[in-house]
Nanobody
Framework: VQLVESGGGSVQAGGSLRLSCAAS????????MGWFRQAPGKEREGVTF???????SYTDSVKGRFTVSRDNAKNTLYLQMNSLKPEDTAMYYC????????????????????WGQGTQVTVSS
């Protein structure tokens, strides 16, 4: 299983970025997928999760600003990030969770099975 993120970078507050995660090596279309982030000195936190049927959930701090989507034909996960804030600065990781039915049943990073290498997002004020 391989997850490869791209699209990170440096932007000013209020700007936008779009992250991508290319998946291979498993049945992507039936998997729960998610984005996590980790800032220096902080624990890895779940940002957004999307079930195999496209149902999405978000952590409160990004609701209304971030949008997760998946293209099952391309085995790719996306994260559109708008109105970025300095507190969004972190390493962003794509992850996949094995679960019956492809439902995202856990937001605990320790339960997730597969991880990408991460892509850095830096937002300056």
């Amino acid at each position: 299983v391989q997850l490869v993120e791209s699209g990170g970078g440096s932007v000013q507050a209020g700007g936008s970025l779009r992250l991508s995660c290319a998946a291979s090596g498993y049945t992507y279309s039936s998997a729960c997928m998610g984005w996590f982030r980790q800032a220096p000195g902080k624990e890895r936190e779940g940002v957004t999760f999307i079930d195999s049927d496209g149902t999405a959930s978000y952590t409160d701090s990004v609701k209304g600003r971030f949008t997760v989507s998946r293209d099952n034909a391309k085995n790719t996960l996306y994260l559109q990030m708008n109105s970025l804030k300095p507190e969004d600065t972190a390493m962003y990781y794509c992850a996949a969770l094995r679960s019956d039915g492809g439902y995202c049943i856990s937001n605990d990073a320790g339960d997730w099975n597969y991880w990408g290498q991460g892509t850095q997002v830096t937002v300056s004020s």
